[in-house]
Structure formats: structure tokens, C-alpha cells
């Protein structure tokens, strides 16, 4: 198919909501494992949108109408209304997801990381039962380092050049075997790295600016703003969500049951440049009122702030309507009939306190709260839990789910309503954050976010913006969800025990790092 050819029957694809793109079926069925029992091998989707925050989700309160689509497949699933992320970034969240373990144990705690060695057979595709047909794929260069971690364990991983309509990877293609030495060097190379040299990055650049001006004058009536990519740090590619859609369902469609397919697309994650038939439309003055400025401010102001917030719900309501569109293909096709189709995130995005994005140390809700909703085989009504869960508790769900048993390692717990097991309002919940941090050390550049019962305490330590002794913030968010007002010096019998059990647990996770 030509540029041209694809531009044009893209253009009428938005105007025909459920028209499918019918792109080659990459991961061909003949190489499945031979079909299993449905009834006791349900497939299974997990479709991550990245950057994805619940605190912009419609269904979960937020003020502008951002995911209609959404809303009304919710009510055959379940939604969970307070699930958190792993860590505040790509790496850290989404092994957290694969592996049912805490950044502070699978430690892809840095950008490009994967998990310690020792824990490389410990992810979703290793654990699941090995008539499962498992198939991934990514926009996001640093989820694909961990999915070519575990590679010997995934059936198909397609390389993210083959859903991308312009790409500056090659080391998933032609190096999958040395994957991530080689997208470090590709990095270097590219003028990515810190470490590049400047002319390399000035080559990087022009290269970037001359192709995304290229591909976006092609497609300027379907992405007047842009097409979604171009300059993302996670190495150059430009894409379309809507492809990706498609290509889902077509795998869904020829897959042999039982299949696992795992789908990680980079929308809504910045830069935020959504389809032309969402343009403007939340250009409607609105915009939540200013918090107080945090020690991690980078001084972005309230003007800024509400401005990428509405080019960023903006790019949710495409999203939105690609969940729809890709639900209605799989209705269509009858893949829902005996699938688990899990939505989510690996993080979410933050517009408060003078910080843009997740590229922040802190860990303020906005960028831990994420989506998680699960629509089962034959699932008609809606359910509604309001108990904390995590991203670890994904992965011990799916194998209970699949009659596995869930190793002893494992950190997270089986999800409610998934097991007969009563859910535990006090439990506790942790993510962290500590790219600064070697990944073979004990945690002392951190920020860790501990939730119990009502309470967040978050603490920070070894960050250049607090003191050497480390900083404190507790909040109530039960009664103060937007984190307005911080407990550490009034409610001291809290902050006390919760600090207690928290350098407790950080004493035992940091116990075998120590040297000596």
C-alpha cells in the first residue's frame, strides 16, 4: 500500500467509526499451539495505553467528558477505582505489571532497564501455561527492553517498525538476540544519549525535524497538530493508534486459543497531538483550580499547565474511541466470548504544582493512579471495586485465573472478585521511584509512595530539592483526594506508625544489596 494510498484510506477510516484497516497478519496462526479447552484456557488481551491517568477518566469523576466509550464498556466489566502504578515511568511500572514484583525487587528501576537476572524467568508469558500462543508488541522503546528480556518466552515479538509509519529503530530487528546492549548503542548513535556526541545529536535532530515535517505535511487533514510521535525520547517513530487497533483485532481473530496478546501503545503519552476529530474540543476555558507548588516544581506555570492539560485530554478522547472501535472488531469477531481483555496503564501524567509530565521525582497520584478494567467471558453487569490494588497484582490474578500456581516471589495479590478470598481495605500498597538509584545498591536516592487504609505517605530522600534527612508528606485521601493538605506535622500518630512500618520494609527490601 502506498503513503499515499494509506493516508487516503485512513481519512475515510475517521469518518466511518468501525471501517477495519486491514493490515498483514504479522504473527501467523499456523505457528499456534494446537486450540485448548475454552472453558479452561480463556485467551487473554492486556491493552496498555501509556501515560494513562485515572484522575483524567470521566467514568472516575474527572470534570471533562474524555472517555464516553469507555464509560459504556464498563458496564459489562470491572472496574477498579483505585488501582496504582508500580513506579511513576515506563520501566519501573511495567515490570511491575509483567512480573508481579515491586520496582525495590525486579529493580528496572532506570530508562532502558530490565530486571535483575536472577528474575528473568518470573514475568507473565514464563508463568502462564505453555499452551498459551503468547504475541507482544510495543510503540515504547523502553518496554520493548523488557519485552526482548523475555523474549524465549513469548511466541511472536514484533518488532515496533511494523505498526509505525516512520522509524528510527532497527536494534529490535536486526539485533534481537543482543537486545538492550544494541539500543543503548543505537542510542549513542542517534545522538539519544547523554553521552552522544554533539554532532551526532545535531545530525539526530535535523534528520527528526526534515522526516516528521515530511510525514506531518502527508497527513496534516487527519493530525492538523501533528502526527502522534516524532519527538518522543523513547528513540524517533511516528505512528498511528489506529493501525495498531486493527492489527489487534486481526490477532485476536487468527490466533488459535489459547493466546495471550499483549499490546503496549505509546497514545496518550506526549506529545499529545490526537486525531482532527478531537481538535478542540475541550477548548472550553475549564480548568481545575491551582495547588500549592511542590519542592519538585520545575516552574511551569498555571497558564502552561492548563493548556498541555487539554491538548493531553484532547489525545484521551482518541484514545477513547479506539477502545471503542477496537471493542466493537472483537464483538464482531467473537473474540470476547471466551477472552479476559485487561485495559490499563503504566503510569499516569501530571498538570499541578509546576510539573508537566512524569518526568518528575515525585509521586503525586495523578501520575500512580491509573486505569484498571476487566471485562470477563459472559460478563453483563457492571463492578465496582473501591479497594486499593496494584500493578503487581495483575500478573498473580492471570495465573490463578489460568490454574497456574503464583511462585512464592511474587509481591502482589490476587485482584477482588477473582478469588473467594475477602479484600483487604487496610492493605498496603507501594510504588517507587529511584532512576538516579544503582540499580545493585541499597535505596538511598528515592521517592516512595505507601498507602494504608485512608493514608498516602510519601517519602523522598537523596533528591537534590529536599533536605539530606529526607522529606515526609502524608495525606488523607479519603478526605482530601486532591492531596491539598499535608498531615506529616498535625496528625503525628499517623505519620509516626506509618513512617515506622515504611523504613521497616525499605530495611528489609535493601537487605540484599548491602555489601558486606
Same mark, same amino acid.
Given at each position: 500500500m502506498s503513503d499515499l494510498t494509506r493516508r487516503e484510506f485512513l481519512m475515510s477510516m475517521a469518518t466511518v467509526p468501525f471501517l477495519s484497516l486491514r493490515l498483514p497478519q504479522l504473527v501467523q496462526a499456523a505457528t499456534a499451539p494446537a486450540a485448548q479447552d475454552s472453558?479452561?484456557?480463556?485467551?487473554?488481551?492486556?491493552?496498555?495505553?501509556?501515560?494513562?491517568?485515572?484522575?483524567?477518566?470521566? @467514568?472516575? *469523576?474527572?470534570e471533562r467528558e474524555t472517555t464516553p466509550n469507555i464509560a459504556r464498556l464498563a458496564e459489562r466489566a470491572t472496574v477498579f477505582h483505585n488501582h496504582y502504578a508500580g513506579g511513576n515511568f515506563t520501566s519501573p511500572g511495567t515490570a511491575s505489571l509483567l512480573t508481579g514484583l515491586y520496582p525495590w525487587t525486579h529493580r528496572a528501576i532506570q530508562n532502558y532497564s530490565?530486571? %535483575?537476572?536472577?528474575?528473568?524467568?518470573?514475568?507473565?508469558?514464563?508463568?502462564?501455561?505453555?499452551?498459551?500462543?503468547?504475541?507482544?508488541?510495543?510503540?515504547?522503546?523502553?518496554?520493548?527492553?523488557?519485552?526482548?528480556?523475555?523474549?524465549?518466552?513469548?511466541? *511472536? @515479538?514484533?518488532?515496533?517498525?511494523? %505498526?509505525?509509519?516512520?522509524?528510527?529503530?532497527?536494534?529490535?530487528?536486526?539485533?534481537?538476540?543482543?537486545?538492550?546492549?544494541?539500543?543503548?548503542? $543505537?542510542? %549513542?548513535?542517534?545522538?539519544?544519549?547523554?553521552?552522544?556526541?554533539?554532532?551526532?545529536?545535531?545530525?539526530?535532530?535535523?534528520?527528526?525535524?526534515?522526516?516528521?515535517?515530511?510525514?506531518?505535511?502527508?497527513y496534516a487533514d487527519l493530525f492538523p497538530r501533528g502526527l502522534p510521535g516524532g519527538d518522543i525520547n523513547s528513540l524517533y517513530a511516528i505512528y498511528i493508534l489506529d493501525n495498531v487497533t486493527d492489527w489487534t483485532a486481526e490477532q485476536a481473530a487468527g490466533l488459535n486459543d489459547p493466546f495471550a496478546l499483549y499490546v503496549h501503545v505509546l497514545p496518550p503519552h506526549g506529545p499529545y497531538r490526537t486525531r482532527h476529530d478531537f481538535v478542540d474540543v475541550f477548548d472550553d476555558g475549564w480548568r481545575p483550580a491551582d495547588k500549592p507548588e511542590s519542592a519538585f516544581s520545575t516552574g511551569v506555570s498555571p497558564d502552561v499547565l492548563a493548556h498541555q492539560r487539554?491538548?493531553?485530554? $484532547?489525545?484521551?478522547g482518541y484514545v477513547d474511541a479506539e477502545v471503542g472501535r477496537l471493542f466493537a472488531q472483537l464483538e464482531a469477531n467473537g473474540t470476547l466470548d471466551n477472552t479476559i481483555v485487561i485495559l490499563t496503564s503504566d503510569h499516569g501524567e501530571l498538570f499541578e504544582r509546576g510539573i508537566l509530565g512524569h518526568g518528575t521525582f515525585s509521586l503525586y497520584d495523578p501520575v500512580l493512579h491509573i486505569p484498571?478494567?476487566?471485562?470477563?467471558? *459472559?460478563?453483563? $453487569?457492571?463492578?465496582?471495586?473501591?479497594?486499593?490494588?496494584?500493578?503487581?497484582?495483575?500478573?498473580?490474578? @492471570?495465573?490463578?485465573?489460568?490454574?497456574?500456581?503464583?511462585?512464592? %516471589?511474587?509481591? *502482589?495479590?490476587?485482584?477482588?472478585?477473582?478469588?473467594?478470598?475477602?479484600?483487604?481495605?487496610?492493605?498496603?500498597?507501594f510504588a517507587l521511584e529511584a532512576k538516579t538509584n544503582s540499580k545493585f545498591t541499597p535505596l538511598t536516592k528515592r521517592s516512595v509512595a505507601f498507602y494504608q487504609g485512608d493514608y498516602k505517605l510519601t517519602s523522598y530522600l537523596g533528591h537534590p530539592q529536599v533536605p539530606a534527612e529526607g522529606l515526609y508528606e502524608l495525606y488523607n485521601l479519603t478526605n482530601d483526594p486532591e492531596?491539598?493538605?499535608?498531615?506529616?506535622?498535625?496528625?503525628?500518630?499517623?505519620?509516626t506508625a506509618m513512617i515506622d512500618q515504611l523504613e521497616q520494609k525499605l530495611d528489609e527490601v535493601n537487605g540484599p544489596f548491602r555489601r558486606g
Open positions: 472453558a479452561s484456557q480463556p485467551n487473554i488481551i492486556i491493552l496498555l495505553y501509556d501515560t494513562f491517568s485515572a484522575h483524567h477518566i470521566s @467514568l472516575q *469523576g474527572y530490565h530486571t %535483575l537476572e536472577s528474575l528473568g524467568s518470573n514475568n507473565l508469558f514464563a508463568l502462564l501455561p505453555e499452551s498459551y500462543h503468547k504475541v507482544a508488541y510495543t510503540h515504547n522503546g523502553l518496554a520493548s527492553t523488557l519485552l526482548h528480556q523475555f523474549r524465549p518466552d513469548i511466541t *511472536g @515479538l514484533v518488532p515496533r517498525r511494523e %505498526l509505525t509509519l516512520a522509524d528510527a529503530l532497527f536494534s529490535d530487528t536486526i539485533f534481537p538476540n543482543d537486545y538492550p546492549v544494541s539500543i543503548h548503542t $543505537e542510542r %549513542l548513535f542517534q545522538g539519544q544519549s547523554r553521552s552522544s556526541p554533539a554532532f551526532l545529536a545535531a545530525i539526530n535532530k535535523v534528520y527528526r525535524n526534515l522526516r516528521t515535517r515530511q510525514m506531518n505535511a502527508e487539554r491538548m493531553y485530554d $484532547e489525545f484521551v484498571l478494567m476487566i471485562w470477563r467471558p *459472559g460478563q453483563t $453487569e457492571r463492578v465496582d471495586v473501591f479497594e486499593r490494588t496494584s500493578a503487581v497484582d495483575v500478573l498473580p490474578t @492471570l495465573l490463578h485465573v489460568t490454574g497456574q500456581p503464583i511462585p512464592e %516471589l511474587v509481591e *502482589g495479590a490476587i485482584l477482588p472478585t477473582f478469588s473467594d478470598a475477602a479484600a483487604q481495605s487496610d492493605r498496603s500498597i492531596e491539598r493538605e499535608n498531615l506529616i506535622a498535625t496528625d503525628t500518630a499517623t505519620a
